[in-house]
Structure formats: C-alpha cells, structure tokens
C-alpha cells in the first residue's frame, strides 16, 4: 500500500478535549478527525463536506509524534456571548479560560506530528500527494486552533507492508487500545517513558455527529516510540533514508 | 480525565449497595477549628403542631441518613432537605420542593407543613414567607419578629433572632452546626422515598427531558443522549456561552452543543458519582493548591479493574509524599497492613493518577494544571529517594526530622511571591517534572535558593516562607535542606550531578567535611565555595562570642543577589584577614589552604554562576554552623548528664 508522509509542524498545538471547556485542555496529538480536518484544508474542501470522503473504509492514517511534548495552562480571555447578539461585546465582559497548550519540550523547537496517510480514492489521493510534495495547501494549516499556525514539510511517498510480529516490536506511531485488547498486546514499559492514553473522536457522520464511539489512542511523548508485546500485525513502511513500523489509527 | 472519573464513579456506584443518590453523599463539612460539629435537625411534628429539635453529631453515618448532597448550584432554586445553609430551610426549600415534587403523598404533607408552620410578614413594600419559629417547642410563642426594609436584611435578622433563642434554650450557637435538615413526622430525608426519587429525577432525569438519540460520548453505546451538563458538581464543561458549541448554534437538539459532547444516561450518572467521590475522598491538598487525585489502570494485563479500596490506596499512596507525617503514617498503616504485597506490586505496575490541580469557587470550577498518567511505580521512586534523601541527612548532619523532605515541604524551600498566581505556577512545574520526569533547570533552583536565603537573612515578607523569629537557624537548616534537595533530584535523575568531583586530599580537614563533601558530589568549584563558607561560619561564630547582638557582621560580605568570581577572590582575601583578626587561623589553616588551592586552580576558567557562586558559600556556612550548634546542644546534654 502506498502511504504518504508528511511532516506538519508548529510552534504549539491546542487540541480541545471535547469535554472541557470553561477550562480547555487538549489531547497530547490530534484527534483522527482533527488530522482529516488539516488534510481537507489542505485540499481546500469546504468545512462539514468531507467527513464521509475521509471515512474508515476510504482512508487510513498513522500518527507519529516526532517531537519531545510538554504542555503549558495559559489563561486567555473569551468573549462572553451568551447569545449571537453578545459577539460585539455587548455584554460588557470577557470569561477568563485556562487554555492548555501543547509545546515541544524545547521552546526553540516545534511540534512536530509525522502523517502516514493513504487514501482509497485515487483521484483524491494523487491530488493531495501533488499538493503536500509541493507543500502548499488551500487553507492555511493549524494545530488545532487559528493561533496556532502550522506548515508542513514533505517526507516522501513509501510502501506500507504488513509485517506479522510474535514477541516484541517497536513502533513509531500511536496505538489504539482497541488494537491492544483485540491482539492482546500490551505495552512495555522502559525506563523515562512517557505514555499517554487520550480518548478522542473517531469519525463523524455527513451532520458532524459521532458515527462510531469514540477511540482510545495511547502514544509516547518523549520519544514517540512505544514497545509493543504480543502478537500483532504492523506495517513497515520504507522511504530511502529510513525504515519505521507504524499501526494506523483505524487498525 | 474524563474516562478516570466516570471509572471512578462507576467503581463507587457498584460499591454502595443503596442506589444511586446514596453515592452522592457527602462527607460532612470540615471544621476549620477542630471542634465537634452537629447537624440541626428540625423535626415537624404536625398533629402537635410543633417543632422538635436534635442536635445529631456529624459523622459520615449522619451525613448518609439525612441525606446530604449538597445544595442546588449557581441560580438552580434550593429544593434541599439537608443543607449547610439555614436560611434556605427558613425560607425557599420546603416552597420550592413543594411545587416540584409529584403528586402524592409527600407533596401533601409539605403542603400541610408549610400551611401550618410557615407564616409571612410584610418587608418593605413586599411580602416574605418563613418558617415561623415560634413553633419551635420551647421557644416563647410571643416572639418579636425583627423589623427590615428589605428581604436579605429580614433572613439575616431572622436567622440571628434564632439562634439568639437556641442558646438561651439548648446552649447551641451557629458555630456547633455544619449542617442543617428538616425531619416530617420523625422520618429523616434518606427515609422518604418520594424525596430520593424526586432528588435522582431533579439530578438525573430532568437533564434527559430534552434528550435526543446518538452515540455517547464516552461509552460509544448508541442511546438517549443529553447535552445538558449544567448539574454536574464540577463544570469545566459549560454550555451556557455560546461561544464553545458548534457553529455557535448554542442549544439545540439538532445543533450546536448536541455536536460537541453528549453523553447516556448510565455515563451521566458515572460521572455525577465520580466527581462526589473524587470531592469526598479522593482530594488533597499541596502547597496551599486543592487537587483531586484520580487513579486509573494503564494497559492492564492483570486484568484488575478499579476498585474503592484500590482507589484509596492510590490516594494514599501519594499523599504520603506530601508530609513528612503522611509518608511515615503510610509506611505504618499501610505497608504493613497490606496482606497480599505482591498483589499491590503487581497492580503498581499498572496504576497511575491524574493529579487534577483545581481552583473552585461558588459555581466554577478552573483547572491549574493536569499532572496525566503519573504511574504509581513513579510515586513509589519519589517514596524511595525520600527515604534515601533522609538517610543521607541523618549519616551527614545527624538524626533529625528535618532531613525527611517532602512535596509540601518543597514548597518553603522554593519560595515563590505570596498571592501571585503566576508565581505559584512555577511550584506546580517542579511537581510536573517531578512526577513524569522531565528535567530540571539548575539554574532556576539555584534562583529559588538564593531567594530563599534573601527571605531569611532580610526577612522579606512579601514570600510564601515565613522566615519565623529565629531567622538565622531558618537560614541555615533550610540551606541544608536545599543540599538534600538537590540530591533527592539527583536521585531521581530530574538533575545532572555536579562536574568532575573533587580530588584533593580533604580527609586533612577532618572526617565529617570531606564525607560531606564527597557525598554530596561536589565539584572542585564547589568545594572551594564551601569552604569558604565554612570559615564564614567559623568567623561568623566568633563574631557572635564576643557581641551583644546576634549579627553576625561578616555575613554583610556576602552578596545575596549573586557574587562574580572577582568578587569571590576579594572575599577569601577578606575572610584570611578575618581569620587572622580574630585570631583563628591557627585552628583553620587547612581548611584555607585547601580553598586557597582549589580557588586558584579554577578561577582562571570559573565554570559556576553568580548564584551558584553565593549558594555554595551559602552551603558551607550553614554546614559549619549546624556543626556548632549540634554539637554544642551534645555537649550540654552530656554536660548535664
């Protein structure tokens, strides 16, 4: 299977937990709907049109974590708009919100996500490895929210091979723990690692409303490797330069 | 965080045999003063057409029989049979309960009750009911009601004007009560059905009025879904601003906040539960912040799920990081209370907490900071190098409580500016790093140190740490304290040591510096430093001999915002001409030449910064003088022995 990878990169990410807002915290990476958001305005798709284009079935992805992660509470003022008229700032307040922002763990660094991307549509997929080679895009890229503003960088286009695996492998992408409970793997824990468990949507339907339940993602946020024990199947991916094991979040 | 608490609200539900209002129970209200509080209980006797009082002990068994949940939040009107606020039950509750409950038998009897025992007065230009207390049996029937013009000022005059006749009556004032609930013909809250039905349904239910199919949010199950969270007991969740719902459509079945999270029935339960649990026994507090501690089961081959018991170990278990207190108390209860050892090593492996930092007022509910994942086994390293940090302290200075640091403890070693919220971040970064084991900057701890010293030596007041009257013996223990700190972060591999230690022969200046400063690792820029710390703590001695005052003048040479290697030169000069003035060189020529030696090595290409410069010489100091009080204190002791 071809996949192509990318890099996207910023100084800082907010990806909101869709259960806190008045305080807003953000998973450690985006969210499978998240990535095909960034995808589709990179295609320039307009916003609710897409969902079903970048389904199960019709698309895969893997998630990289390439850059040591921290994060950092920043309080921010919001509007207060209780209703559409308020949106002038005629209520006469703002709401203090503690934001959580997700930073390399070195400031002069960025966040760095790499994508293992393959689309079933040919048409859809040629135009957007045309797009990403050349990196441009249609809408300007984000992590996550307008403030924090991204670029990509083009790492090449490889082949995804499955690769059966029975003791211990490595893998440079996060993990659903669906994958785990259904291959009965479990992680490895090494010395100064850092493993997060983050509960995110997985897809939604043509009215942006959850289609499936939503999926628990564990990834590794210092290293971005996480040592896998079991038995499974991965996919090796090879691109000249280097060689990586990754599982796609909807493996 | 989510997952962890409807876990935990789940573990609690399965737990409690009573159904599921009885898990919302709280704990009763902390007495800030150590004394024994009650709850007023009033009791509506109809036929007689009075009001008995009790006076219960609070106790978590009361607390469960009368029911308390706590109030309604934010403008929901108060409906409570038990609460913590009088006035509510004087005025609003027992009205309000009456137009919400369903027909039936308890709908009657509040009604008859408010008929018979409630009356009205006129305030300003308007009308006030309350519950009459002249009902009350053995309060005066001829009671002066007190006159205001308006209606808080009425509920405030009324409230005192009872508690007025409570004492002359029963000897109760306001402070003896936490709680306050209302009986019906001897039958306590948690005894009349109607009301724990009609509570689950004003908690539960009327959040479902409006609700809608889809999956849930958290489950994934595909069921009736509601949107409305403004009943959960912590909010950072909100859905009255339209600014957070989707296309700002605000609420909507079809819309807005229905897109952003939804969530089941059983998961909205789960959750209510979860947040009372995490409230009444799984919080804390560090460094003057109130945290939440929610335990959680990685990836977990053992196949073990959350239980109550294993959710207060884990608290337990972190906690007893926080004090000195709680890491021995833990040690003592629990470890060797714990029957099956290796079970607990085998579930360590797998638990982690959430450190939920959190600031609550009223209604809102603002999160500090999130410390995610801290694995148990990481808590239990924390534990271990205390222990360690302590042993080292005790075979270095001696036995002392001093040497078993801690989380709380940190916090007056790290001062920070009181009242500043940014500068309280600074304290939860060090816990951050701490707990998931990222490094830390020497530099900024060597900034926190000197600051430290400054708030001691010029007794700076606007800090987190109160030097106390005894400013001097602050400096210097604190000062070791920090040594140890350090060391404890070493252990914990949170700091890199020190440079190449040192090679001299320092046994010549006596066993106890060079163990000192061969365990602490220091460098040879170090040991110089230290040392001459030392003779300041030796001429700072004598200075004190020969003087009324308890100033040790020599101290005046220090810099306490950072020293240059300059200026570290002209000091050792300074302290030579000391030593000789005071006419102890004799007794420390070593020790000088060793510094001498090892100053001028290095000073050429001096590696230390000006703080570091200062918090070593600091280090000496305190390490000298501690020496000399100690071992002074052993002479005393075996003097009058």
């Known amino acids: 299977m071809e996949v192509l990878v990318f890099d996207i990169l910023g100084k800082m990410a907010h990806f909101r937990q869709y259960y806190t807002n ?89 966040v760095v996500y790499r994508l293992f991307l393959w689309h079933g549509d040919e048409q859809l997929f040629s135009r957007l490895k045309e797009m990403v080679s050349k990196e441009r895009v249609c809408f300007p890229l984000y992590l996550g929210i307008s403030e924090c503003l991204a670029h990509l960088s083009f790492v090449g286009l490889g082949e995804a091979e499955k690769e059966e695996f029975d003791g211990e492998v490595e893998v440079s992408s996060v993990v659903g723990t669906e994958y785990l409970r259904r291959n009965e793997c479990f992680i490895g824990f090494r010395e100064g690692a850092f493993y997060v468990k983050e509960l995110m949507p997985f897809s939604f339907d043509a009215e942006r409303r959850l289609n499936q339940p939503p999926r628990e993602f564990v990834g590794e946020v210092k290293t971005g490797t996480i040592q896998l024990r079991g038995r499974g199947t991965v996919y090796r991916v090879k691109i000249s330069g280097f060689k990586e094991r990754i599982i796609f979040m909807e493996d | 965080m989510l997952e962890g608490i409807r876990q935990v609200g789940k573990a609690y539900r399965e737990s409690t045999s009573r159904g599921f209002i009885f898990s919302l129970v709280n704990r009763p209200p902390e007495d800030r003063d150590g004394s024994k509080k009650h709850l007023l209980a009033m009791d509506f006797r109809i036929a007689e057409g009075c009001i008995e009082l009790s006076f219960p002990e609070l106790s978590d068994r009361v607390c469960e029989e009368y029911l308390w949940v706590g109030n309604c939040k934010g403008s929901i009107p108060q409906d409570r049979l038990t609460t913590d606020q009088l006035r509510y039950l004087f005025f ?261 907490v959430d450190l939920l930092f959190y600031r609550s007022e009223q209604s809102s509910f603002k999160i500090k900071r999130l410390i995610r994942e801290v694995p148990l086994r990481r808590v239990q390293e924390i534990r271990e190098a205390l222990e360690e940090t302590r042993k080292l302290g005790a075979e270095l200075l001696g036995e002392s409580k001093d040497w078993l640091l801690s989380l709380n403890g940190m916090y007056y070693l790290l001062p920070v500016r009181s009242g500043a919220e940014v500068e309280h971040r600074k304290i939860l970064d060090v816990y951050e790093h701490l707990f998931l084991g990222y490094p830390l900057d020497r530099n900024l701890l060597m900034h926190f140190f000197l600051t430290l010293a400054q708030v001691y030596y010029f007794g700076r007041p606007d800090y987190n740490v109160n030097p106390g009257n005894n400013s001097e013996w602050g400096l210097v223990r604190s000062i070791l304290q920090t040594q140890l700190l350090l060391k404890f972060f070493e252990k914990l591999s949170l700091l890199k040591g020190g440079g190449k230690t040192v090679e001299a022969n320092l046994e010549v200046l006596g066993e106890d510096i060079a163990q000192y400063v061969r365990r602490m690792g220091y460098s040879e820029e170090e040991t110089a430093l230290f040392l001459l710390g030392y003779l300041i703590g030796e001429i700072g001695a004598r200075q004190l001999r020969g003087s009324d005052s308890a100033k040790k003048p020599i101290l005046n040479k220090i810099n306490f915002n950072g020293m240059s290697a300059k200026r570290i030169l002209a000091l050792s000069n300074e302290v030579f001409e000391k030593l000789d003035q005071y006419q102890i060189r004799k007794y420390n020529e070593k020790t000088f030449a060793v510094m001498k030696s090892l100053l001028d090595a290095h000073i050429k290409n001096w590696k230390l910064s000006e703080a570091e410069n200062v918090y070593y010489i600091l280090s000496g100091y305190a390490f000298c003088t501690y020496q000399m009080v100690t071992r002074n204190k052993r002479g005393e002791e075996e003097e009058e022995q």
């Open chain 1, 22 to 110: 008045s305080s807003s915290l953000s998973y450690f990476f985006p969210p499978r709907t998240t990535i095909f958001g960034m995808v589709a305005g990179i295609l320039g798709l307009p916003r609710d049109s897409y969902y079903e284009l970048f389904s199960q079935d019709k698309a895969r992805v893997a998630l990289s974590i390439r850059s040591p992660l921290r994060k950092k509470i920043q309080t921010v003022n919001y509007v207060w708009a209780e209703k559409p008229a308020q949106f002038n700032l005629s209520a006469g307040q703002h709401t203090q919100i503690p934001l959580e922002f997700v930073l390399p763990y070195d400031y002069r660094e960025l």
């Open chain 2, 92 to 352: 609003d509750a027992l009205p309000n309960l009456n137009s919400k409950l369903e027909d039936g038998e308890l709908k009657e009897t509040i009604a008859e009750v408010v008929g018979k025992f409630f009356t009205e007065a006129g305030v300003g230009s308007g009308k006030v009911r309350f519950l009459d207390i002249r009902k009350v049996r053995d309060f005066p029937s001829t009671i002066e009601l007190p006159q205001a013009e308006d209606v808080k000022k009425f509920q405030r005059e009324y409230i005192k004007l009872f508690f007025k006749l409570l004492k002359e009556h029963y000897n109760f004032s306001d402070k003896d009560f936490g709680l306050f609930s209302l009986l019906i013909e001897g039958k306590k809250p948690s005894e009349l059905e109607e009301y724990v039905t009609y509570l689950e349904r004003s908690m539960v239910e009327e959040q479902f009025k409006g609700s809608f199919r889809g999956t849930c949010y958290v489950c994934g199950r595909e069921d009736q879904l509601t949107f409305d969270t403004t009943r959960l007991p912590d909010k950072f969740y909100i859905t009255k601003l339209i600014i957070f719902s989707s296309d700002l459509a605000g609420k909507s079945k079809d819309a807005g906040f229905a897109k952003n999270f939804a969530l089941c029935r059983e998961c909205y339960k789960d959750l209510i539960s979860g947040m009372r649990y995490l409230r009444n026994y799984l919080s804390a507090s560090l460094a003057r912040n109130t945290l939440y501690i929610i335990p959680g089961l990685f990836s977990n081959p053992v196949e073990k799920t959350l239980t109550t018991s294993w959710m207060d170990l884990s608290r337990r278990l972190v906690v007893s990081t926080f004090t000195p207190e709680g890491f021995l108390k833990f040690r003592e209860e629990v470890e060797q209370e714990l029957k099956d050892y290796q079970e607990f090593a085998k579930l360590i492996d797998y638990g982690y």
